[in-house]
């Protein structure tokens, strides 16, 4: 039977940092799927297909789905598909389970978003072989040096400022305040936020590394849609998109090029006309707080250069008519698979009445996003609407 | 209603050691050949699934390099880690749901290790799998896939279910057979079966799959996109998946056909096939050990089925390119239709990571067009 | 029983594979010529792109690319980023890289860009603007990698 697919539950545990994680891996993806199915109101005999992501290299297992299915209490034979696309594994997950439920493939899937950074010795080591090997790595690029190259440009282009930014991650902290699975808050101190990492990117720019596990229940919207006992959040566009591999392809780095061709697809998919007054909440990935920015200009939200300016008046903050990363964003918590899924799942409880951080009213059409892979090669998109039944 | 999808372009290259190809290189070369058998460019496709691992391509997100080799640039696209039958289901998805009318699924398994000889290969294969087990209960004690396929041959033998002589010959005669097609072992007898080195007693050698280096693609499409390509290959009538259980969990020991059973409920309930056995013109296995081939044959509820109708191509004993096997399987079953001139043929595809451990079985029914 | 505590347990886990990875048609080409002081391209046969890095095909009109050109190692910085916090096994910090669009081609190459006194980050980004030439330096000791340049000068070098 092929139906929409709706987000009816999501399970979060609460963000910490690896080193005071007392859980092992199979633990806490239990705990959060433990807590979507409830939320959902869905036995966990009824689901079809688990959908598991994992960055390989990341963990003690590779293709960590295989280690981590088993501890889930899944009907026997529950097929499992494992995902690993880089820092998009996380936002392809409910895009996926939306495909199989559309298809008619599954009435019920479970995603699981697993904490990925808990295993490495030295994190940032392994983290930095994902530049490209043989052309780029040898260079010095390591992860945060690539996330530089597109403020480095933006900010020359359109005049943007560091305070600005400044600005911009400071908003996000004192949102992250407000979001209990939050790992970084306004507690961050001044001057640990102000010290250079690479230019312009200073530390309080760049996400923690936080442990945590995000899951979420996507069903069939006439199979699950009743059982929530709380409305759900359909999902009305799952888009992706790859670019190049060489981050010689990206051409301009003062604006993310490649989301501009994907919204385009993601609101013909969703019926999106006007994206700046058609949404009431967004999430955007932002592991380096300027990304917001850039992220929203290619998301259509405002004109190229023209975000500083909506942060400024307020239009991106909790009250303005366009929140952004109420959760705080990724440059609050970031627990790699789980933080590629985090913007759907806060958009999910956005749309519920049930927001994680401070809820906006009424809130009925979020869009959410992942990036990752060498120089934001890969990009999700995920429109989502909420429907009362 | 089912869906109304098919294979319409296909592709297969085995690598060996003399390629001078990049890992995209190769890609590129199989996933445009695809698109010339189907009639298809590259920009009528929609969606792009791989089924690779970045522990064999020796890279950190390896599909970031292979996705624009694999007309993924600018399309959406994405990576499963499992048997590449995984990521034909998830095309196949796209395509049912509306999403796409054109799809490509490449599978790539060449491993980046300096050599391509099959014992290179499977020795990466088996140092990849003792990574994919359980790091703290199953690593430690020498799980590999090899060693799931060890223990469960020994079981049958002691048990009086199998012979190790009976054993010898089946795998002989698969490799023959497979040497006259995309087999990359040279035809042996049975005694040279049971001579050749023990690997994970009782299996020898030659009775492990023959781990190879290999890049596949297809091209699939919905309905009428599909009807108007110039070859279409086969309408895929059914499929079916299921997960085996984990390590602590006997049944994978003691009934490794279990999850083949459950997918191929599925599959056969959506393509129709009620008497199976004298429906299927051919049926490719993905049976990883000659003591396994009757526990599948059964499972698939093919028990009748002539001799001479299963694993045509050799099999898995004659070509085995690891996570990229699911398309070989599909790609040999197409030359196993076009054979038959149509008919209904059945593909059994099943990720060896961890052996007979948590595979994930997919069953596919494709029918000639 | 010795152990009583309840704490979890840590165990230390460690991946370690050799591998031996093939550089293939386009990059073998260009790093040899890069070990011989010659920066190659390729050109698409059928849209016209020119790629440096160079490749054999093109992914975005999906044909074979059999044409290659030597470039002049002069360009345009596109933009840069100063790097004062490095990573184990990387080059001492601080660092400059840069997007360089290498004249005549429609892509960018990533490389060292050199030549800039780091010493004051205001000062050292004003000098790394967008838009500044840059000319390769080649290393002493060349051995067939994409370090045989050893970076980019902004004030042109004599080649």
Same mark, same amino acid.
């Given at each position: 039977?092929?139906? +929409?697919?709706?987000?009816?539950?999501?399970?979060?545990?609460?963000?910490?940092?690896?080193?005071?994680?007392?859980?092992?891996?199979?633990?806490?993806?239990?705990? &959060?799927?433990?807590?979507?199915?409830? +939320?959902?109101?869905?036995?966990?005999?009824?689901?079809?297909?688990?959908?598991?992501?994992?960055?390989?290299?990341?963990?003690?297992?590779?293709?960590?789905?295989?280690?981590?299915?088993?501890?889930?209490?899944?009907?026997?034979?529950?097929?499992?598909?494992?995902?690993?696309?880089?820092?998009?594994?996380?936002?392809?997950?409910?895009?996926? #389970?939306?495909?199989?439920?559309?298809?008619?493939?599954?009435?019920?899937?479970? *995603?699981?978003?697993?904490?990925?950074?808990?295993?490495?010795?030295?994190?940032?080591?392994?983290?930095?072989?994902?530049?490209?090997?043989?052309?780029?790595?040898?260079?010095?690029?390591?992860?945060?040096?690539?996330?530089?190259?597109?403020?480095? %440009? !933006?900010?020359?282009?359109?005049?943007?400022?560091? &305070?600005?930014?400044?600005?911009?991650?400071?908003?996000?902290?004192?949102?992250?305040?407000?979001?209990?699975?939050?790992?970084?808050?306004?507690?961050?101190?001044?001057?640990?936020?102000?010290?250079?990492?690479?230019?312009?990117?200073?530390?309080?720019?760049?996400?923690?590394?936080?442990?945590?596990?995000?899951?979420?229940?996507?069903?069939?919207?006439?199979?699950?849609?009743?059982?929530?006992?709380?409305?759900?959040?359909?999902?009305?566009?799952?888009?992706?998109?790859?670019?190049?591999?060489?981050?010689?392809?990206?051409?301009?780095?003062?604006?993310?090029?490649?989301?501009?061709?994907? &919204?385009?697809?993601?609101?013909?998919?969703?019926?999106?006309?006007?994206?700046?007054?058609?949404?009431?909440?967004?999430?955007?990935?932002?592991?380096?707080? /300027?990304?917001?920015?850039?992220?929203?200009?290619?998301?259509?939200?405002?004109?190229?250069?023209?975000?500083?300016?909506?942060?400024?008046?307020?239009?991106?903050?909790?009250?303005?008519?366009?929140?952004?990363?109420?959760?705080?964003?990724?440059?609050?918590?970031?627990?790699?698979?789980?933080?590629?899924?985090?913007?759907?799942?806060?958009?999910?409880?956005?749309?519920?009445?049930?927001?994680? %951080?401070?809820?906006?009213?009424?809130?009925?059409?979020?869009?959410?996003?992942?990036?990752?892979?060498?120089?934001?090669?890969?990009?999700?998109?995920?429109?989502?609407?909420?429907?009362?039944? | 209603?089912?869906?109304?999808?098919?294979?319409?372009?296909?592709?297969?290259?085995?690598?060996?050691?003399?390629?001078?190809?990049?890992?995209?290189?190769? @890609?590129?070369?199989? *996933?445009?050949?695809?698109?010339?058998? %189907?009639?298809?460019?590259?920009?009528?496709?929609?969606?792009?699934?791989?089924?690779?691992?970045?522990? !064999?391509?020796?890279?950190?997100?390896?599909?970031?390099?292979?996705?624009?080799?694999?007309?993924?640039?600018?399309?959406?696209?994405?990576?499963?880690?499992?048997?590449?039958?995984?990521?034909?289901?998830?095309?196949?998805?796209?395509?049912?749901?509306?999403?796409?009318?054109?799809? $490509?699924?490449?599978?790539?398994?060449?491993?980046?290790?300096?050599?391509?000889?099959?014992?290179? @290969?499977?020795?990466?294969?088996?140092?990849?799998?003792?990574?994919?087990?359980?790091?703290?209960?199953?690593?430690?004690?020498?799980?590999?896939?090899?060693?799931?396929?060890?223990? +469960?041959?020994?079981?049958?033998?002691?048990?009086?279910?199998?012979?190790?002589?009976?054993?010898?010959?089946?795998?002989?005669?698969?490799?023959?057979?497979?040497?006259?097609?995309?087999?990359?072992?040279?035809?042996?007898?049975?005694?040279?079966?049971?001579?050749?080195?023990?690997?994970?007693?009782?299996?020898?050698?030659?009775?492990?799959?023959?781990?190879?280096?290999?890049?596949?693609?297809?091209?699939?499409?919905?309905?009428?996109?599909?009807?108007?390509?110039?070859?279409?290959?086969?309408?895929?009538?059914?499929?079916?998946?299921?997960?085996?259980?984990?390590?602590?969990?006997?049944?994978?020991?003691?009934?490794?056909? %279990?999850?083949?059973?459950?997918?191929?409920?599925?599959?056969?309930?959506?393509?129709?096939?009620?008497?199976?056995?004298?429906?299927?013109?051919?049926?490719?296995?993905?049976?990883?050990?000659?003591?396994?081939?009757?526990? $599948?044959?059964?499972?698939?509820?093919?028990?009748?089925?002539?001799?001479?109708?299963?694993?045509?191509?050799?099999?898995?004993?004659?070509? !085995?390119?690891?996570?990229?096997?699911?398309?070989?399987?599909?790609?040999?079953?197409?030359?196993?239709?076009?054979?038959?001139?149509?008919?209904?043929?059945?593909?059994?595809?099943?990720?060896?990571?961890?052996?007979?451990?948590?595979?994930?079985?997919?069953?596919?029914?494709?029918?000639?067009? | 029983?010795?152990?009583?505590?309840?704490?979890?347990?840590?165990?230390? @886990?460690?991946?370690?594979?050799?591998?031996?990875?093939?550089?293939?048609?386009?990059?073998?080409?260009?790093?040899?010529?890069?070990?011989?002081?010659?920066?190659?391209?390729?050109?698409?046969?059928?849209?016209?792109?020119?790629?440096?890095?160079?490749?054999? !095909?093109?992914?975005?009109?999906?044909?074979?690319?059999?044409?290659?050109?030597?470039?002049?190692?002069?360009?345009?910085?596109?933009?840069?980023? $100063?790097?004062?916090?490095?990573?184990?096994?990387?080059?001492?910090? /601080?660092? &400059?890289?840069?997007?360089?669009?290498?004249?005549?081609?429609?892509?960018?190459?990533?490389?060292? @860009?050199?030549?800039?006194?780091?010493?004051?980050?205001?000062?050292?980004?004003?000098?790394?603007?967008?838009?500044?030439?840059?000319?390769?330096?080649?290393?002493?000791?060349?051995?067939?990698?994409?370090?045989?340049?050893?970076?980019?000068?902004? #004030?042109?070098?004599?080649?």
């Amino acid at each position: 039977m092929r139906d +929409h697919a709706v987000i009816a539950g999501v399970g979060f545990t609460e963000a910490t940092s690896p080193r005071r994680q007392e859980l092992s891996k199979n633990e806490l993806c239990r705990l &959060a799927v433990d807590r979507a199915l409830e +939320h959902a109101g869905c036995d966990r005999r009824d689901i079809d297909v688990v959908i598991i992501g994992d960055i390989a290299g990341f963990e003690a297992s590779s293709v960590a789905a295989r280690t981590i299915a088993p501890a889930l209490g899944l009907p026997p034979y529950t097929t499992v598909l494992p995902i690993c696309t880089g820092g998009t594994t996380g936002g392809h997950l409910p895009n996926q #389970a939306a495909a199989l439920i559309r298809a008619g493939f599954a009435q019920r899937v479970l *995603c699981v978003a697993p904490n990925t950074f808990d295993g490495p010795v030295d994190l940032q080591a392994v983290i930095n072989t994902n530049s490209p090997m043989v052309m780029e790595q040898p260079l010095g690029m390591g992860a945060v040096h690539m996330g530089a190259f597109f403020p480095a %440009a !933006y900010q020359e282009r359109y005049g943007v400022t560091d &305070a600005d930014f400044e600005l911009l991650a400071t908003k996000n902290r004192e949102n992250a305040d407000h979001n209990p699975f939050a790992h970084v808050t306004s507690a961050l101190s001044a001057e640990h936020a102000a010290r250079m990492v690479s230019t312009p990117l200073r530390l309080g720019m760049v996400c923690p590394v936080s442990s945590g596990a995000i899951a979420l229940v996507v069903g069939a919207e006439s199979v699950v849609g009743g059982q929530a006992g709380h409305p759900v959040a359909r999902i009305t566009a799952a888009q992706s998109i790859s670019d190049g591999y060489l981050g010689g392809k990206r051409r301009d780095f003062s604006t993310f090029e490649v989301v501009e061709v994907m &919204a385009r697809r993601a609101y013909r998919e969703a019926q999106v006309v006007d994206p700046r007054s058609e949404f009431d909440v967004v999430e955007l990935f932002n592991p380096y707080a /300027p990304m917001e920015f850039m992220l929203m200009e290619a998301f259509g939200l405002c004109p190229y250069g023209g975000a500083p300016e909506l942060l400024r008046k307020g239009v991106t903050r909790y009250g303005g008519d366009l929140p952004v990363n109420l959760s705080g964003g990724i440059q609050c918590t970031n627990p790699g698979v789980a933080g590629q899924i985090s913007p759907v799942a806060h958009i999910a409880t956005q749309l519920m009445g049930q927001a994680t %951080a401070r809820q906006v009213e009424g809130a009925r059409r979020g869009l959410a996003h992942s990036t990752g892979g060498t120089f934001f090669q890969f990009h999700t998109a995920t429109v989502l609407e909420r429907v009362d039944l | 209603m089912t869906p109304d999808l098919y294979v319409v372009g296909s592709a297969w290259r085995t690598v060996g050691d003399d390629t001078d190809l990049q890992l995209d290189e190769l @890609v590129f070369e199989c *996933c445009s050949a695809a698109l010339r058998d %189907a009639g298809v460019r590259r920009h009528q496709i929609g969606l792009a699934i791989t089924s690779s691992l970045d522990l !064999y391509d020796a890279r950190s997100i390896s599909n970031a390099l292979t996705a624009p080799a694999a007309a993924g640039y600018l399309n959406d696209e994405l990576r499963v880690e499992g048997d590449a039958s995984a990521a034909l289901l998830v095309a196949l998805a796209g395509l049912a749901g509306g999403a796409v009318d054109f799809a $490509i699924v490449a599978g790539i398994h060449v491993p980046e290790i300096g050599g391509l000889a099959e014992r290179a @290969v499977r020795r990466l294969d088996q140092h990849v799998s003792s990574y994919t087990f359980d790091a703290h209960l199953d690593r430690p004690v020498g799980m590999t896939s090899s060693v799931t396929l060890g223990l +469960h041959a020994a079981e049958r033998i002691d048990a009086g279910q199998a012979r190790f002589e009976e054993l010898a010959a089946a795998t002989a005669a698969e490799i023959t057979r497979g040497a006259a097609r995309r087999g990359t072992r040279p035809a042996v007898t049975a005694a040279e079966v049971a001579a050749a080195p023990m690997a994970v007693a009782p299996l020898t050698e030659l009775m492990l799959p023959a781990a190879s280096a290999g890049v596949g693609a297809v091209v699939l499409a919905a309905g009428v996109s599909a009807r108007r390509c110039p070859r279409p290959r086969a309408r895929i009538a059914g499929w079916g998946s299921a997960t085996a259980p984990a390590t602590a969990n006997p049944g994978w020991l003691a009934d490794p056909g %279990a999850a083949t059973a459950v997918a191929r409920t599925r599959a056969y309930a959506m393509a129709g096939l009620d008497h199976p056995a004298e429906q299927v013109g051919s049926v490719e296995l993905t049976d990883l050990s000659p003591a396994l081939s009757a526990e $599948i044959r059964s499972a698939l509820d093919l028990d009748g089925l002539d001799a001479p109708r299963i694993n045509r191509s050799g099999g898995v004993r004659a070509n !085995y390119p690891g996570i990229a096997n699911g398309l070989l399987r599909v790609v040999e079953t197409l030359d196993n239709l076009a054979d038959d001139h149509g008919g209904v043929a059945v593909v059994h595809a099943a990720d060896d990571l961890c052996g007979l451990v948590s595979s994930t079985v997919n069953v596919l029914v494709l029918e000639g067009v | 029983m010795s152990e009583t505590s309840t704490a979890a347990l840590i165990h230390d @886990v460690r991946w370690e594979i050799d591998y031996r990875v093939r550089l293939g048609r386009a990059w073998s080409r260009f790093m040899r010529g890069l070990r011989d002081r010659k920066l190659l391209a390729s050109t698409c046969d059928h849209c016209d792109r020119t790629y440096l890095p160079p490749q054999s !095909y093109c992914e975005a009109c999906y044909e074979p690319i059999t044409r290659w050109q030597e470039c002049e190692p002069v360009g345009t910085l596109r933009t840069a980023t $100063i790097v004062y916090q490095g990573f184990d096994g990387g080059p001492q910090a /601080p660092y &400059a890289v840069g997007a360089i669009e290498i004249d005549g081609t429609h892509s960018l190459l990533m490389h060292f @860009v050199g030549g800039v006194d780091l010493s004051d980050v205001d000062a050292a980004r004003k000098a790394l603007r967008g838009g500044v030439r840059v000319r390769a330096v080649w290393a002493d000791e060349r051995t067939a990698a994409i370090t045989d340049i050893a970076h980019f000068a902004v #004030a042109p070098a004599q080649p």
